[in-house]
Protein backbone atom coordinates (compact mmCIF):
# COMPACT_ATOMS: atom_id res chain seq x y z
CA UNK A 1 0.00 0.00 0.00
CA UNK A 2 1.03 3.24 -0.76
CA UNK A 3 2.03 5.76 2.06
CA UNK A 4 2.50 9.37 2.29
CA UNK A 5 5.01 11.29 3.81
CA UNK A 6 3.56 14.82 5.22
CA UNK A 7 6.57 17.32 5.89
CA UNK A 8 5.06 19.84 8.41
CA UNK A 9 8.47 20.50 10.56
CA UNK A 10 9.70 23.80 9.29
CA UNK A 11 10.10 26.79 11.80
CA UNK A 12 8.67 29.40 9.34
CA UNK A 13 11.02 32.09 10.57
CA UNK A 14 9.91 34.44 7.29
CA UNK A 15 6.15 34.33 9.05
CA UNK A 16 6.82 35.13 12.92
CA UNK A 17 5.46 36.32 15.29
CA UNK A 18 2.38 34.56 13.90
CA UNK A 19 4.48 30.97 14.14
CA UNK A 20 5.92 31.53 17.03
CA UNK A 21 2.23 30.54 18.77
CA UNK A 22 1.18 28.45 15.76
CA UNK A 23 2.71 26.07 13.02
CA UNK A 24 2.59 27.10 9.85
CA UNK A 25 0.55 24.30 9.15
CA UNK A 26 -2.38 24.99 11.45
CA UNK A 27 -2.55 28.59 10.24
CA UNK A 28 -6.33 28.80 8.61
CA UNK A 29 -6.62 29.21 4.95
CA UNK A 30 -10.35 30.24 4.08
CA UNK A 31 -11.16 28.56 7.20
CA UNK A 32 -9.38 25.46 8.07
CA UNK A 33 -5.57 24.96 8.96
CA UNK A 34 -3.76 24.82 5.43
CA UNK A 35 -2.52 20.86 6.03
CA UNK A 36 -6.35 19.65 6.20
CA UNK A 37 -6.81 20.45 2.55
CA UNK A 38 -3.58 18.21 2.32
CA UNK A 39 -5.19 15.36 4.46
CA UNK A 40 -8.24 15.53 2.60
CA UNK A 41 -6.40 14.88 -1.15
CA UNK A 42 -4.94 12.02 0.06
CA UNK A 43 -7.75 10.82 1.84
CA UNK A 44 -10.20 11.47 -1.82
CA UNK A 45 -7.01 9.14 -3.82
CA UNK A 46 -7.49 6.57 -1.29
CA UNK A 47 -3.91 6.51 0.19
CA UNK A 48 -4.76 6.75 4.21
CA UNK A 49 -1.62 5.85 5.95
CA UNK A 50 0.23 8.84 6.93
CA UNK A 51 3.54 9.67 8.35
CA UNK A 52 3.55 13.56 9.67
CA UNK A 53 7.52 14.74 9.92
CA UNK A 54 7.44 17.44 13.04
CA UNK A 55 10.21 18.84 14.70
CA UNK A 56 10.24 18.71 18.49
CA UNK A 57 8.72 22.52 19.04
CA UNK A 58 5.87 20.99 17.04
CA UNK A 59 3.98 18.71 19.32
CA UNK A 60 0.79 21.03 18.68
CA UNK A 61 0.42 19.45 15.37
CA UNK A 62 -0.21 16.12 16.83
CA UNK A 63 -2.37 17.54 19.42
CA UNK A 64 -4.37 19.06 16.64
CA UNK A 65 -4.37 16.28 14.24
CA UNK A 66 -4.41 12.86 16.78
CA UNK A 67 -4.77 10.03 15.14
CA UNK A 68 -5.85 11.31 12.20
CA UNK A 69 -9.52 9.14 12.70
CA UNK A 70 -11.38 13.11 12.30
CA UNK A 71 -9.93 12.94 8.27
CA UNK A 72 -10.44 9.60 7.50
CA UNK A 73 -7.14 8.45 8.02
CA UNK A 74 -3.99 7.04 9.91
CA UNK A 75 -1.26 9.18 11.08
CA UNK A 76 1.86 8.20 12.70
CA UNK A 77 4.16 11.03 14.03
CA UNK A 78 8.64 11.37 13.06
CA UNK A 79 9.76 14.29 14.83
CA UNK A 80 13.41 15.24 13.81
CA UNK A 81 15.55 16.31 16.82
CA UNK A 82 16.04 19.60 16.09
CA UNK A 83 15.23 23.02 18.24
CA UNK A 84 15.64 25.78 15.71
CA UNK A 85 16.01 27.30 12.54
CA UNK A 86 19.68 26.52 11.82
CA UNK A 87 19.64 23.06 12.69
CA UNK A 88 16.56 21.66 11.13
CA UNK A 89 16.58 19.04 8.67
CA UNK A 90 15.41 20.62 6.11
CA UNK A 91 13.03 18.51 3.32
CA UNK A 92 15.96 16.48 2.34
CA UNK A 93 16.65 15.48 5.68
CA UNK A 94 13.12 14.94 7.23
CA UNK A 95 12.48 12.70 4.20
CA UNK A 96 14.98 10.83 5.36
CA UNK A 97 14.07 11.17 8.60
CA UNK A 98 10.74 9.34 8.26
CA UNK A 99 11.88 6.90 6.01
CA UNK A 100 14.42 5.76 8.57
CA UNK A 101 12.56 6.22 11.94
CA UNK A 102 9.18 5.37 10.06
CA UNK A 103 10.37 1.98 8.39
CA UNK A 104 9.24 3.12 5.15
CA UNK A 105 10.34 1.88 2.27
CA UNK A 106 8.41 1.30 -0.99
CA UNK A 107 6.86 3.79 -3.77
CA UNK A 108 5.62 6.85 -1.60
CA UNK A 109 4.08 10.32 -2.04
CA UNK A 110 6.01 13.13 -0.32
CA UNK A 111 3.60 16.14 0.39
CA UNK A 112 4.99 19.89 1.89
CA UNK A 113 1.70 20.85 3.81
CA UNK A 114 1.96 24.68 3.43
CA UNK A 115 0.67 24.58 0.22
CA UNK A 116 -2.76 25.14 -0.63
CA UNK A 117 -3.49 22.50 -3.23
CA UNK A 118 -6.73 22.55 -5.28
CA UNK A 119 -7.44 20.46 -8.25
CA UNK A 120 -4.82 18.23 -8.57
CA UNK A 121 -6.47 14.51 -9.38
CA UNK A 122 -3.48 12.63 -7.03
CA UNK A 123 -5.03 8.95 -8.86
CA UNK A 124 -4.15 10.38 -12.38
CA UNK A 125 -0.75 11.47 -10.84
CA UNK A 126 -0.03 7.97 -9.43
CA UNK A 127 -1.06 6.87 -13.15
CA UNK A 128 1.33 8.64 -14.81
CA UNK A 129 4.07 7.71 -12.31
CA UNK A 130 3.02 4.01 -11.99
CA UNK A 131 2.90 3.77 -15.79
CA UNK A 132 5.68 5.37 -16.81
CA UNK A 133 8.22 3.48 -14.68
CA UNK A 134 9.84 6.30 -13.64
CA UNK A 135 12.03 6.78 -10.77
CA UNK A 136 10.51 10.31 -9.17
CA UNK A 137 7.11 12.29 -10.75
CA UNK A 138 7.06 15.99 -9.71
CA UNK A 139 3.18 17.97 -9.77
CA UNK A 140 3.78 20.82 -11.98
CA UNK A 141 1.43 23.73 -11.95
CA UNK A 142 1.90 26.51 -14.44
CA UNK A 143 2.61 30.08 -13.39
CA UNK A 144 0.71 32.64 -14.74
CA UNK A 145 3.50 35.24 -14.11
CA UNK A 146 6.85 34.93 -15.54
CA UNK A 147 8.33 36.76 -12.77
CA UNK A 148 7.14 34.35 -9.98
CA UNK A 149 9.96 31.65 -11.49
CA UNK A 150 12.33 33.48 -8.72
CA UNK A 151 10.13 32.15 -5.79
CA UNK A 152 9.93 28.66 -6.57
CA UNK A 153 11.59 25.62 -8.07
CA UNK A 154 10.71 25.23 -12.09
CA UNK A 155 11.11 22.30 -14.25
CA UNK A 156 11.68 21.84 -18.17
CA UNK A 157 9.77 19.29 -19.71
CA UNK A 158 10.30 16.85 -23.16
CA UNK A 159 6.90 15.41 -23.45
CA UNK A 160 6.22 13.91 -19.66
CA UNK A 161 9.90 13.99 -18.68
CA UNK A 162 12.09 16.28 -16.82
CA UNK A 163 15.07 17.13 -18.74
CA UNK A 164 16.48 20.29 -16.45
CA UNK A 165 15.71 21.73 -12.93
CA UNK A 166 15.89 24.73 -11.54
CA UNK A 167 15.74 26.66 -8.02
CA UNK A 168 14.80 30.14 -7.96
CA UNK A 169 16.21 30.92 -10.95
CA UNK A 170 16.61 34.54 -12.36
CA UNK A 171 13.85 35.93 -14.62
CA UNK A 172 15.88 35.94 -17.78
CA UNK A 173 17.07 32.53 -16.99
CA UNK A 174 14.38 30.39 -16.12
CA UNK A 175 14.29 27.62 -18.60
CA UNK A 176 10.01 27.28 -17.71
CA UNK A 177 7.01 28.58 -15.63
CA UNK A 178 6.49 25.26 -14.54
CA UNK A 179 6.45 25.34 -10.61
CA UNK A 180 7.74 22.29 -8.19
CA UNK A 181 4.01 22.10 -6.23
CA UNK A 182 5.77 20.19 -3.47
CA UNK A 183 4.05 17.03 -4.59
CA UNK A 184 5.92 14.45 -5.60
CA UNK A 185 5.91 10.27 -5.82
CA UNK A 186 9.24 8.54 -4.92
CA UNK A 187 9.44 5.20 -6.28
CA UNK A 188 11.19 2.32 -3.86
CA UNK A 189 14.46 2.65 -5.46
CA UNK A 190 14.21 6.52 -5.20
CA UNK A 191 13.33 6.85 -1.30
CA UNK A 192 15.57 3.84 -0.35
CA UNK A 193 18.81 3.78 -2.60
CA UNK A 194 19.14 6.89 -4.21
CA UNK A 195 17.57 9.11 -1.51
CA UNK A 196 20.44 7.96 1.26
CA UNK A 197 23.50 8.21 -1.26
CA UNK A 198 22.64 11.75 -2.05
CA UNK A 199 22.14 12.75 1.14
CA UNK A 200 25.85 10.53 2.10
CA UNK A 201 27.17 11.99 -0.79
CA UNK A 202 26.82 15.48 0.35
CA UNK A 203 28.12 14.95 3.87
CA UNK A 204 31.10 13.11 2.61
CA UNK A 205 31.57 16.83 0.75
CA UNK A 206 30.86 18.73 3.92
CA UNK A 207 28.04 20.09 2.43
CA UNK A 208 24.44 19.94 4.16
CA UNK A 209 21.64 17.87 2.13
CA UNK A 210 18.73 20.40 2.85
CA UNK A 211 17.74 21.72 -0.25
CA UNK A 212 15.70 20.04 -2.60
CA UNK A 213 16.47 21.63 -6.21
CA UNK A 214 19.60 20.51 -5.53
CA UNK A 215 18.49 16.58 -4.97
CA UNK A 216 15.81 16.72 -7.96
CA UNK A 217 19.16 18.24 -10.44
CA UNK A 218 21.60 15.29 -8.92
CA UNK A 219 18.37 12.81 -9.44
CA UNK A 220 18.14 13.71 -13.29
CA UNK A 221 21.45 11.97 -13.66
CA UNK A 222 20.28 9.00 -11.72
CA UNK A 223 16.80 7.65 -13.14
CA UNK A 224 13.80 8.91 -15.04
CA UNK A 225 11.94 12.09 -13.42
CA UNK A 226 8.85 12.74 -14.87
CA UNK A 227 6.06 16.05 -14.56
CA UNK A 228 2.89 16.12 -14.31
CA UNK A 229 1.19 19.11 -14.93
CA UNK A 230 -2.07 19.94 -13.62
CA UNK A 231 -5.01 22.44 -14.06
CA UNK A 232 -6.23 23.92 -10.40
CA UNK A 233 -5.83 26.27 -7.41
CA UNK A 234 -1.65 26.23 -5.78
CA UNK A 235 -0.25 28.23 -3.52
CA UNK A 236 2.34 28.52 -0.58
CA UNK A 237 1.63 30.40 2.82
CA UNK A 238 5.18 31.25 3.34
CA UNK A 239 5.47 34.77 4.01
CA UNK A 240 2.85 37.57 4.66
CA UNK A 241 2.23 37.80 1.24
CA UNK A 242 2.26 34.65 0.14
CA UNK A 243 -0.53 33.71 2.96
CA UNK A 244 -2.61 36.31 2.18
CA UNK A 245 -2.40 35.81 -1.53
CA UNK A 246 -3.08 31.99 -1.20
CA UNK A 247 -5.80 33.00 1.39
CA UNK A 248 -7.58 35.29 -1.21
CA UNK A 249 -7.13 32.17 -3.71
CA UNK A 250 -8.70 29.86 -1.58
CA UNK A 251 -11.81 31.94 -0.58
CA UNK A 252 -12.36 32.38 -3.87
CA UNK A 253 -13.12 29.13 -4.41
CA UNK A 254 -14.53 27.57 -1.26
CA UNK A 255 -16.16 29.99 0.77
CA UNK A 256 -20.10 29.50 0.28
CA UNK A 257 -22.54 31.17 2.25
CA UNK A 258 -24.76 34.16 2.14
CA UNK A 259 -25.93 36.72 5.52
CA UNK A 260 -28.97 37.41 6.09
CA UNK A 261 -29.11 40.83 6.06
CA UNK A 262 -30.05 42.64 9.98
CA UNK A 263 -31.95 45.46 9.74
CA UNK A 264 -29.75 48.41 8.15
CA UNK A 265 -26.74 46.18 7.22
CA UNK A 266 -26.22 44.89 4.44
CA UNK A 267 -23.94 42.19 2.53
CA UNK A 268 -22.70 41.08 -0.99
CA UNK A 269 -20.95 37.75 -2.15
CA UNK A 270 -20.56 34.80 -0.47
CA UNK A 271 -20.40 35.15 3.55
CA UNK A 272 -20.11 32.15 6.39
CA UNK A 273 -21.18 33.53 9.53
CA UNK A 274 -21.03 31.62 12.47
CA UNK A 275 -23.31 31.64 16.06
CA UNK A 276 -23.97 34.75 17.63
CA UNK A 277 -22.89 36.72 15.49
CA UNK A 278 -23.16 40.75 15.99
CA UNK A 279 -23.63 43.32 13.19
CA UNK A 280 -24.68 46.70 14.25
CA UNK A 281 -26.64 49.73 11.86
CA UNK A 282 -25.15 50.06 9.01
CA UNK A 283 -22.01 47.37 8.78
CA UNK A 284 -21.51 46.45 4.93
CA UNK A 285 -20.03 42.17 4.36
CA UNK A 286 -18.58 42.09 1.13
CA UNK A 287 -17.96 38.07 0.04
CA UNK A 288 -15.66 36.58 0.25
CA UNK A 289 -15.67 36.76 3.82
CA UNK A 290 -15.79 34.40 6.95
CA UNK A 291 -17.26 35.32 10.27
CA UNK A 292 -16.85 33.06 13.05
CA UNK A 293 -18.94 32.37 16.14
CA UNK A 294 -19.33 35.71 18.51
CA UNK A 295 -18.03 38.06 16.56
CA UNK A 296 -18.90 41.47 16.68
CA UNK A 297 -18.92 44.03 13.66
CA UNK A 298 -19.54 48.04 14.90
CA UNK A 299 -22.06 50.42 13.47
CA UNK A 300 -20.87 51.29 9.59
CA UNK A 301 -18.09 48.91 9.16
CA UNK A 302 -16.44 47.53 5.80
CA UNK A 303 -15.67 44.10 6.24
CA UNK A 304 -14.33 42.19 3.47
CA UNK A 305 -13.57 41.07 0.56
CA UNK A 306 -11.05 38.34 2.05
CA UNK A 307 -11.87 38.70 5.56
CA UNK A 308 -11.66 36.29 8.20
CA UNK A 309 -12.58 37.01 11.78
CA UNK A 310 -11.99 33.81 13.96
CA UNK A 311 -14.64 33.43 16.82
CA UNK A 312 -14.96 36.75 19.25
CA UNK A 313 -13.29 38.88 16.77
CA UNK A 314 -14.21 42.42 17.55
CA UNK A 315 -14.00 45.43 15.75
CA UNK A 316 -15.21 49.18 16.11
CA UNK A 317 -17.42 51.19 14.61
CA UNK A 318 -16.56 53.09 11.18
CA UNK A 319 -13.47 50.51 10.42
CA UNK A 320 -12.30 49.13 7.11
CA UNK A 321 -11.61 45.93 7.11
CA UNK A 322 -10.07 44.17 4.13
CA UNK A 323 -8.06 40.96 3.07
CA UNK A 324 -7.06 40.61 6.88
CA UNK A 325 -7.55 37.76 9.37
CA UNK A 326 -8.20 38.39 12.81
CA UNK A 327 -7.69 35.96 15.15
CA UNK A 328 -9.54 34.70 17.84
CA UNK A 329 -10.24 37.10 20.57
CA UNK A 330 -8.59 39.72 18.88
CA UNK A 331 -9.96 43.81 19.04
CA UNK A 332 -9.69 46.69 16.34
CA UNK A 333 -10.96 49.87 17.82
CA UNK A 334 -12.97 52.34 16.10
CA UNK A 335 -12.12 54.00 12.96
CA UNK A 336 -9.38 52.16 11.66
CA UNK A 337 -8.39 50.77 8.21
CA UNK A 338 -6.96 47.25 7.81
CA UNK A 339 -5.59 45.80 4.70
CA UNK A 340 -3.54 42.88 4.20
CA UNK A 341 -2.76 42.58 7.86
CA UNK A 342 -2.56 39.36 9.99
CA UNK A 343 -3.60 40.25 13.65
CA UNK A 344 -2.87 37.40 16.43
CA UNK A 345 -5.19 35.59 19.39
CA UNK A 346 -5.93 38.39 22.00
CA UNK A 347 -3.98 41.39 20.14
CA UNK A 348 -5.66 44.88 20.18
CA UNK A 349 -5.39 47.56 17.89
CA UNK A 350 -6.17 50.72 19.45
CA UNK A 351 -8.80 53.48 17.51
CA UNK A 352 -7.76 55.62 14.86
CA UNK A 353 -5.10 52.88 13.56
CA UNK A 354 -4.19 52.23 9.99
CA UNK A 355 -2.24 48.86 9.31
CA UNK A 356 -0.95 48.54 5.86
CA UNK A 357 -0.16 45.15 3.59
CA UNK A 358 1.49 42.07 4.95
CA UNK A 359 1.60 43.95 8.55
CA UNK A 360 1.33 40.97 11.70
CA UNK A 361 0.59 42.23 15.01
CA UNK A 362 1.83 39.86 17.64
CA UNK A 363 -0.61 37.57 19.93
CA UNK A 364 -1.76 39.91 22.98
CA UNK A 365 0.35 42.79 21.76
CA UNK A 366 -1.66 46.40 22.56
CA UNK A 367 -1.36 49.02 20.26
CA UNK A 368 -2.15 52.31 21.06
CA UNK A 369 -4.83 54.75 19.57
CA UNK A 370 -3.87 56.41 16.11
CA UNK A 371 -0.83 54.35 15.21
CA UNK A 372 0.04 53.89 12.04
CA UNK A 373 1.88 50.18 10.52
CA UNK A 374 3.86 50.57 7.80
CA UNK A 375 3.46 47.50 4.81
CA UNK A 376 5.70 44.16 5.96
CA UNK A 377 6.61 45.09 9.65
CA UNK A 378 5.50 42.44 12.64
CA UNK A 379 5.34 43.58 15.98
CA UNK A 380 5.84 41.00 18.75
CA UNK A 381 4.04 39.56 21.16
CA UNK A 382 2.75 41.46 24.22
CA UNK A 383 3.95 44.74 23.37
CA UNK A 384 2.56 47.59 25.32
CA UNK A 385 3.05 50.38 22.50
CA UNK A 386 2.15 54.08 23.07
CA UNK A 387 -0.38 55.98 21.29
CA UNK A 388 0.81 57.69 17.78
CA UNK A 389 3.17 55.16 17.13
CA UNK A 390 4.47 54.80 13.73
CA UNK A 391 6.03 51.41 13.52
CA UNK A 392 8.31 50.06 10.33
CA UNK A 393 10.09 46.46 10.51
CA UNK A 394 10.44 44.27 12.96
CA UNK A 395 9.60 45.75 16.09
CA UNK A 396 10.40 43.21 19.19
CA UNK A 397 10.28 45.60 21.76
CA UNK A 398 9.61 48.67 23.26
Not at 46 to 62: H, P, R, W
Not at 161 to 181: D, G, M, N, Y
Not at 330 to 336: L, R
Amino acid sequence: MVKAILLAGGYATRLQPLSLRLPKVLLPVAGKPVIAYALELLREAGVTELIVSLNEQQKVIQETLGDGSAYGVKIDYVFEASSNNEDKLGAIGAILNSVQKAGVCGDSLVLGTDNFVQGLDLKAFRNQHESSKAGASIALFQLSNKSDVEHFGVAKLEGKRITAFQEKPRVEEAVSTLASTAVYYLSKHALCDLLPEYVAGQKAAGERADRLGDFWKWLLDKTRVEGFVFQGVWGDIGTPATYLDTNRLAMNSLVKGELVNAPGTFSQGDVVCGKGVVIERGAVIKGPAILEDGCVIGANSVIGPYAHLEKKARVGSDCVIRDSILFEDSSVGDSCHLTGSLIDKGATVGGNSRLDYNSIIGEECVLGERSRVLADSRIWPRLRLSKESVLEGAVSST
